[in-house]
């Protein structure tokens, strides 16, 4: 299968520990993006990366999130000290550069805080 | 940003055909409109997308009149398999931050 793949599927932690989740996207994809889902909500947008470069932040990301994507490849996405309302479906998507573009999104990973 | 507005629910039946409409009065010029669909559980799943006029691929139809204020999906003869939440998004993906989805619109097919 060559879609977007994520990686844990689920996580369940306890609130104040650290959790990473990996997103591998589409081959050749140079573009990256994270986004947040809850439930009855569409997916808000967290970050976006152009190759290994992180162009934009959601002005709304709190600090304790940090994502990386070091070789332009597969991202990192990093929660530090959850709290119960980080709770969420993360979801990472890809695309090829260019106008008119798709974003093709991976399978998310569920991320539950108590 | 150009925020989308669609209906909560609609209800269908299978075979039927099920037009989809979303709001959009703030389009931008380089903003395009993409429509997902998305299972529980799940990650949205590309339909469609356009810019102006009408598309068309395997599963749905696009269509966006002149003023792009407003776009409608069409799903011909839809089964119980497009149960699902669809979301419209318009926006520009090379700017993350103006990149809205609405809260989707559920659709339940029933036999």
């Known amino acids: 299968d060559t879609g977007v793949s994520q990686d844990p599927r689920h996580k369940i932690t306890k609130r104040g520990q650290n959790v990473t989740f990996r997103c591998d996207p589409i081959?050749?994809?140079?573009?990256l993006y994270w986004y947040r889902q809850t439930l009855g909500q569409g997916p808000e947008f967290l970050t976006y990366?152009?190759?290994?470069?992180?162009?934009?932040k959601s002005r709304l990301l709190s600090d304790r999130f940090s994502a990386e994507r070091p070789k332009g490849s597969f991202s990192t996405l990093e929660i530090q000290r959850t709290e119960q309302g980080d709770s969420a479906m993360y979801l990472c998507?890809?695309?090829?550069?260019?106008?008119?573009?798709?974003?093709?999104f991976g399978p998310g990973t569920r991320l539950l805080v108590l | 940003l150009a925020k989308t507005t669609q209906p909560i629910s609609m209800d269908s039946y299978e075979g039927q055909e099920v037009n989809i409409t979303c709001s959009h009065n703030?389009?931008?010029?380089?903003?395009?409109i993409t429509w997902y669909q998305q299972f529980p559980s799940q990650g949205p799943r590309f339909i469609i997308q356009?810019?102006?006029t009408k598309v068309t691929n395997e599963v749905a139809s696009l269509f966006i009149p002149a003023d792009r204020k407003s776009s409608t999906l069409s799903l011909p003869r839809v089964s119980l398999s497009d149960t699902a939440v669809y979301y419209c998004?318009?926006?520009?993906?090379?700017?993350?931050?103006?990149?809205?989805f609405g809260a989707g619109t559920i659709l339940r097919v029933k036999s």
């Open positions: 998507a890809s695309s090829p550069r260019g106008e008119g573009e798709t974003q093709y």
């Open positions: 081959s050749e994809h140079n573009r």
């Open positions: 990366f152009q190759n290994e470069a992180q162009l934009e």
């Open positions: 703030n389009i931008a010029t380089n903003d395009y």
């Open positions: 356009g810019y102006k």
């Open positions: 998004l318009v926006g520009d993906i090379g700017y993350g931050n103006k990149l809205v």
